[in-house]
């Protein structure tokens, strides 16, 4: 069998899907529960030293709940670079999928650069590309592109925190973000499971997609 022989649909396709279903979405449940797991049993160990402490002097409980709120931030942080590593390890899965896919059609539809970043680096760029050359508009998917801006935009607001411009780019990029809790303080970015497996689905749809029109092209150069 020959490189041309090869189905993309199950090579590329399954391989994005184990990455998410086996290793991404597990790593971030088992690392979530493990940091819960440990904030309950710290909590509620405090909070009974909190109580006992108003007893003795009410200046010394306030002090001890004081600490407790920022134990609890601390623990948000925690879950919030979980969050991040796991929207990081997810872009990266779609980025590998859309630069490995490409490299079938090196020949038959080869790169003539350069492409338009269009402001939003990488995507933006492998967007045009694959609109240039394989006539592929990453807009006529089953997934709105807007979902995968999103990826790349909440992922750079929670791997890049100390650039409080990339949430801002974030939330006014997005109409309704998934990734950011505002019921906090302020605006917040935050990984919720429900959010995370919902854009998994949506990055498997699109990277599902984008691999059946590079195999259509492949195949139909074929006979």
Do not use: C
């Amino acid at each position: 069998m020959g490189w041309e022989d090869i189905n993309l649909n199950l090579m590329e396709g399954i391989d994005f899907t184990l990455k998410t279903r086996n290793l991404i979405l597990p790593v971030f449940d088992n690392a979530t529960n493990a940091l819960n797991e440990e904030w309950k049993k710290y909590a509620d160990t405090f909070k009974k030293q909190i109580a006992e402490a108003y007893q003795r002097d009410e200046s010394e409980g306030g002090m001890l709940s004081q600490e407790l709120d920022w134990e609890e931030d601390l623990h948000r942080q925690r879950l919030q670079g979980v969050g991040a590593l796991a929207l990081d390890w997810l872009m990266s899965s779609v980025q590998v999928a859309l630069r490995g896919a490409k490299t079938y059609l090196d020949k038959s539809h080869p790169p003539k650069p350069p492409y338009n970043k269009n402001d939003e680096g990488w995507l933006g760029y492998t967007a045009d590309e694959y609109q240039k050359r394989f006539g592929i508009d990453f807009k006529a998917g089953p997934v709105s592109f807007e979902r995968i801006q999103e990826l790349v935009l909440a992922r750079n607001a929670g791997i890049h925190r100390e650039d409080a411009g990339n949430l801002e780019a974030y939330v006014a990029k997005i109409k309704e973000p998934a990734f950011v809790d505002d019921g906090y303080v302020g605006e917040y970015f935050f990984v919720t499971r429900a959010a995370l497996v919902a854009m998994i689905e949506d990055s498997e749809r699109f990277v599902k997609w984008m691999v059946s029109e590079v195999e259509k092209l492949r195949l139909a150069k074929k006979v």
